[in-house]
């Protein structure tokens, strides 16, 4: 039984979602006299990855667009995050859309994503896990900002005195959610901060096309879907060009490079620039237009998003040649 209250003070009520690890739970604080969600976790071993959640959020402080904790804690047999509520995630809101968003709007969020990670990234973490049910809004005054949250399984990629980056090696498992996780990362190998731009670059590929090829092909292997992830000219066929070149460049980053934040901008800015509208108002659709009648995403009849990522540890498959010739990593790597 999940607990009622939270530190006597985090009063749990409805649930708005649950994931491979725990649940979240809308909250009123009644001391504080706010609204607060309550992520839980039932404690098994000697830490919870919602321990280690907490650790990450609060090695990266209160900055805008990462949710800000207000405890963390044991309250019965659960670890308890607290943190600010939030709006909805970015897949219900395209979902309300139709799986159809304004060219704007796409930029809009990719180049909020960027900024993100790159300030992830300069706190010495990576996500391994962006996608759309990872992405937040914000509420009232804030709903233009967008939030990345779920740190579970972030990783710190190298050591805060010195920036050396951590070793690479091979292993059998994929982390992330296949969906939207980097090629390297279904064969097995350690992620670096050019994963997470590669995750980044699907999402913007799911945000214009409505959906990806993958999803909903019921039985589809992991080969299958890297296969698919390979073929950028028909992954990218019809999107804006800086798409494709988002796409590229994340495959050509290798393992321990640095992004260039400030080109992935200039090419998100490209894209808004060659729109034909050329709002450059930063207003989001769900600011300002109420959701489009049905349309039927680009190369997939159904865009529901399959429930919840095999987040982690599935057996990668052997590299395929492709992979190999494609491939510029280290051979090295260490996992969780
Ligand atoms: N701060 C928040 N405010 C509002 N809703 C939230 C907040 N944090 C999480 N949620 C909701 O709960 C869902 C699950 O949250 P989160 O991804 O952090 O948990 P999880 O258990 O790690 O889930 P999963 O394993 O599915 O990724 C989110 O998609 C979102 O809808
Ligand atoms: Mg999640």
């Known amino acids: 039984m999940v607990p009622a209250c939270v530190n006597g003070r985090y009063r749990l009520k409805e649930k708005i979602g649950s994931g491979a690890y725990g649940e979240v739970y809308h909250a009123s604080d ?13 404690i098994t071993g000697s830490t919870t990855s919602l321990e280690h959640e907490y650790n990450v959020l609060k090695q990266l402080g209160d900055t805008v667009g990462i949710p800000h904790v207000h405890w963390f804690g044991r309250e019965d047999n659960y670890d308890a995050l607290v943190l600010d509520r ?19 709007t796409i930029v809009f969020i990719a180049h909020q994503l960027v900024c993100r990670l ?10 391994c896990d962006l996608k759309p049910d990872n992405i937040l809004i914000g509420t009232g005054k804030d709903a233009h900002k967008i ?16 920036h050396l980056h951590i070793a690479f090696e091979q292993t059998t498992s994929l982390t992330g959610t296949p969906a939207f996780t980097s090629i390297n990362s279904h064969a097995g190998m350690e992620l670096g901060c050019c994963d997470d731009i590669e995750s980044l670059a699907y999402l913007l590929i799911y945000l214009f096309r409505g959906s990806l090829p993958w999803l909903h092909c019921s039985g589809i292997s992991d080969e299958q879907v890297v296969e698919m992830k390979y073929n950028m000219t ?11 070149q988002i796409l590229t460049y994340s495959r050509s980053l290798s393992f321990d490079q640095k992004p260039d934040y400030t ?9 808004n620039s060659t729109s ?33 990522s095999h987040r982690l540890k599935v057996q990668a498959f052997s590299p395929c040649p492709m992979y190999s010739l494609c491939s510029n990593r280290c051979p090295r790597t260490v996992r969780k």
């Open 30 to 42: 009644i001391i504080g006299d706010g609204d607060v969600v309550v992520k839980l976790q039932c």
């Open 86 to 104: 939030l709006g909805q995630s970015l897949e219900s809101v395209f979902k309300t859309y139709q799986h159809s968003f304004s060219r704007n």
């Open 118 to 127: 790159q300030y992830i990234h300069s706190k010495h973490f990576i996500h």
């Open 147 to 162: 939030y990345l949250v779920d740190f579970g399984i972030s990783k710190q990629y190298r050591y805060p005195c010195t």
């Open 234 to 244: 028909k992954l990218c066929q019809d999107l804006p060009e800086e798409v494709e």
């Open 263 to 271: 080109f992935l901008c200039r090419l998100l800015q490209r894209i």
């Open 276 to 308: 034909e509208s050329c709002q450059q108002d930063h207003v989001p659709d769900w600011s300002t237009i109420s959701p489009a009648p049905c349309k039927t995403p680009i190369g997939n009849a159904d865009s529901t998003m399959p429930r919840r």
